[in-house]
Each structure stands twice: as C-alpha cells, then as structure tokens.
C-alpha cells in the first residue's frame, strides 16, 4: 500500500499537468523508489564509520537546545560566554538547537543521524523527480545518485544547514514546475520553517526575488511575486519578530566584510591544496562546462529560450561561482549541479550511458549490505581530536579555579559550552564580530599586535588552545605562564600568580 501511494506521488510530481515548457517525463519504476533511499543510507552509514563530527557547531548548538529546555524560552542575552556575557543575542537556530537537544537527550547520536537521514531523504526524493522531469534518459537517475551520494558524505553533520538543502530542493522544484498548482503555496509554509531553523533563508528569498523578476521582465509573468510577499511575512512568524531579520543580515555582511571571519575556514575560498576539495570542483566544473555545450546546442537547435532550462542554467553557475570565494556554498553549487547537468547532458553521452537504473540498485545495495555486515567492527560517530579536547575539559572540570577568565582556541568553543564552561569565543561568531572579540582573538592568536595589551584588556587568566602555531610558543617562552596539561590536542596554561 505505501509502495502504491509514493508512486502515486512521484507520479504526479513528474507530470506535465502545469509544466508550460513540456518538458519530458520518465515512466516510474520501484527502482526509482530505491535508488534515493540507498543512496542516503549508503553515503550516511560511509559517513559515520569516519570523521562525523568536523566541527564544533553541532556541540554549540546542543548547548543552546540545553538552555531553551531548561529555561522554556529563546535565548535574548548571552549568558555562554564572560567576554561578551549579558549582551544582547539571538539564536538563529533555536528549532534546530531544540530539536537536536532532544533528539539527543532520548535517543543518542542514533537518534541525530536518523534525523539527518529522513532531511537527506526528502532532499533526495525532491531532487530525483526533478531530474527525472528534465531528462528521460536512464542517465538522470546516475547523475541524481552520484550527486546526491556526494552531498551527502561530505555535507551530512548534525547542523542547521542540512535542513537547507531540502527547503531549496522543494522551492526550486516548486518554482520550476508547480506555478500553476496550489502546491505554490506550500512556499510560505517551508519559509516558515526555514526562519526558525536557520537564518540563511535570506538566500531562499533571494532566489524567490530572482525567479519572480526573470519571469515579469522575460516572460510577463507576475504570479510568483505574492508568493514571495507571504514568504516574507511568514519569515516574520519567529520568537524575535522583524529582530531575526537584523542578525540575519548582519551576518551576512559580516561574513564578506569583517576580515576576522576569513579566520572561519567555510567562509573562505577553496584550498584547493586539499584533494578532495580539488576534484569536487574540478569535476563539478568541467562537468558543468560540458553541460553548458549541450545548452548552447539545444538553444541553437530550436532557437527557444526555456523560462525553466534559463533559470536552472543561470543559478547552476551563480552557485558554483560563488563557492569559488566561500567554500560552504560548494555543497549547494553540487545540490544545483545534479538538475543542471541532467537538463543539459549532451546527446552523444546519453546515446553511450544507457546502463539502467536496476544496476545502479544493485550496486547500493550491495555496497550498503557490506557496510552494514562490517559496522559492528567499526568505530562510529567519531570526532576529529582538533574539536574534542576531552582531556583538557576533565582537567578544567578537576581544577575550577582554572576557568575563570580563560582564553579558549574558536575550535574548543563549543566542546566546552556542551561541558557547562565558560568561553572566550565559539562559532556563534555574530555577537564575537558585533563586539570586537573575533578580531582581539585573531591578533592574539597569530601573534600581529602586542599580546599582553590583550591580555590586560580581557586580564585573562588561562589559556585552552590547540598544540602549535605562534601563541603556544609565546606563551611557552614567558616565565609568567606556566603549562599546567597538555596531550596531542590541547595545551592548557594558567599565570602564574593566579595558582599561588
């Protein structure tokens, strides 16, 4: 019975019932009901055999979701961190930091993936039907699976964004073939989610306002306009009113115009010295080139310009242009590059790439079946040492009197809030960058103004920082700081009149 109700849905998803280009439809099969979910649950079970947890966010934002059970609000001043303490802040993910929270609070890290599983698999779903309208050929469903494969291993960590993808996934779907249907209106309904989960929904706003000018000026076409007119008062719909919407742009600003969040290695261009951020580009790149030769051919063919082929086309390239100058937009320029490549394959690759989409099952399932064979044996839900100092918080947990007034490294920030520590900074970098903090951490850190007039400023009183680089050093090379631990992860040191 549920097999006869998705392909009732996928089947109307993939129809031409309000498509005015009349682009090409593909019978649906079981093996298109399989392909998206082993391909989630192939790269999610990759994922947490390796490094799952990359970055602090996710212990952060545990820390907040702690904070709103307990208290039963939003938080509206700061109270995680003594140097900007009783400040004014936000959270702009408060319905995520909640729902992680008790998610993990009931069902454990367990319970966090399959969260992460059932957002990859609405985005997979979404994007599968859309390939599939833009394609017939069995190609589409291969690129869907190694797009959507790759998103996932490289994307899927327990933070806000994840649910990003798949609120873009539906728009543009909706966007793309859903003008004429009421189903437009589910738009306002996942900005109203979006708001409360992240604050990135300004993107989503964008993208509505772009799609919305191109068809009024290119194609007389005024209808998407009061979607984005409720899309926008839904945003309002949040604990902090029109408030969210000051954080959200400065933010945004922030993230191009203060040089100290260049520190934040997702907002800064690709290292393109790292492997594996070399090939996704050059392959997502090259791909994309190719792809654009088969648009360049169709439009000459048939001298139509397509509102739907134009659009998808355009904002392929703005993401992957924009990914060259902040790496974290490379996850969405790959989430774009699936329905691109499949609108725009060229001809003589589908006539050569006729596998069908039972061997690209198989495949999953056998690759899937082996990791499951082998996970017992496995190291799960691991964590990088860099984020983790684990031995550094048992000894502040041993030793209180070292936390106070203590200089954290921006990695540690969150591990340590999860742990009830007070930090200097963490990655909620907004209020850091509001108040000045990030760019005194920076200079500390990389040593370029006089160390001890920070120092004084803050009259710190400890450090917690990672092992190397030139502050451990200075502070190595001075009598009046002493290390107290150290292990392959943190080095902690206390001054030394402040333990006499």
């Known amino acids: 019975m549920l097999k006869t109700i998705y392909e009732k849905t996928v089947a109307y998803l993939t129809s031409d019932s309000s498509n005015e280009a009349g ?19 192939s790269s999610m079970l990759l994922k947490v055999t390796g490094t799952y947890y990359i970055d602090s966010d996710q212990f952060w934002s545990l820390a907040v979701g ?32 909640w729902s992680l929270f008790m998610i993990d609070y009931y069902w454990g890290m367990y319970g966090v993936a399959v969260m992460l599983v059932l957002v990859y698999l609405v985005t997979a779903y979404v994007m599968l039907a859309l390939c599939l309208r833009l394609n017939k050929a069995n190609i589409a469903v291969w690129i869907f699976a190694v797009g959507m494969w790759t998103l996932v291993y490289f994307s899927s960590t327990p933070r806000a964004y994840v649910f990003t ?26 900005f109203l989610l979006w708001v409360n989960i992240q604050t990135s929904v ?46 959200s742009l400065f933010g945004a600003v922030s993230s191009i115009a203060n040089p100290g969040t260049q520190y934040i290695s997702e907002w800064r261009a690709p290292n393109l010295d790292n492997t594996r951020l070399f090939f996704q580009y050059v392959i997502v790149g090259f791909t994309g080139i190719i792809a654009s030769y088969g648009a360049v051919f169709s439009y000459y063919k048939t001298r139509i310009i397509d509102r739907d082929k134009l659009m998808i086309f355009f904002w392929f390239w703005a993401m992957f242009l924009y990914s060259l100058t ?52 496995m190291h799960i839900f691991r964590a990088p040492h860099v984020t983790v100092p684990a031995g550094a918080v048992e000894y502040l947990q041993e030793n209180p009197e070292v936390k106070e007034n203590m200089f954290n490294d921006y990695i540690f920030g969150g591990f340590l809030m999860v742990n009830g520590i007070e930090v200097f900074i963490d990655a909620r970098e907004s209020i850091y960058t509001r108040e000045g903090v990030m760019d005194d951490y920076m200079a500390l850190q990389r040593l ?37 631990y150290h292990d392959r992860t943190a080095v902690i040191f206390t001054k030394v009149e402040s333990i006499e």
């Open 326 to 377: 902040m790496v974290r937009a490379s996850h969405y320029a790959l989430l774009l590059w699936m329905p691109y490549f499949a609108a725009f394959t060229p001809q003589w690759l589908m006539d050569r790439m006729r596998l069908k989409p039972i061997l690209l099952a198989g495949i999953l399932a056998i690759f899937t079946a082996f990791i499951i064979f082998n996970l017992p044996r």
């Open 23 to 41: 682009l090409k439809t593909h019978t649906i099969t079981p093996y298109y009901i399989l392909v998206p979910l082993l391909v989630v649950v």
């Open 165 to 190: 993808f798949a609120f873009v996934a539906v728009i543009f779907y909706l966007v793309r073939f859903k003008r004429d249907s009421r189903l437009i209106y589910l738009i306002p309904l996942i």
């Open 202 to 247: 300004r993107f989503g706003l964008a993208l509505l306002f772009v799609e919305a000018l191109v068809g009024t000026v290119l194609y007389k076409d005024w209808r998407l306009w009061h979607i984005m007119a409720l899309s926008f008062l839904a945003t309002l719909i949040n604990p902090y009113g029109i408030n969210l919407w000051d954080m």
């Open 66 to 97: 702690e904070w709103i059970v307990e208290h039963g609000a939003v938080p509206t001043v700061e109270t995680f961190s003594w140097t900007v303490e009783g400040l004014p802040w936000q959270s702009n993910s408060w319905l995520f930091c």
């Open 448 to 484: 370029t103004r006089c160390p001890q007039s920070i120092i004084e400023k803050y009259n710190i009183k400890s450090f917690v920082i990672r092992r190397g680089g030139p502050l451990p050093i200075y502070l190595d090379t001075h009598s009046e700081w002493e290390p107290v």
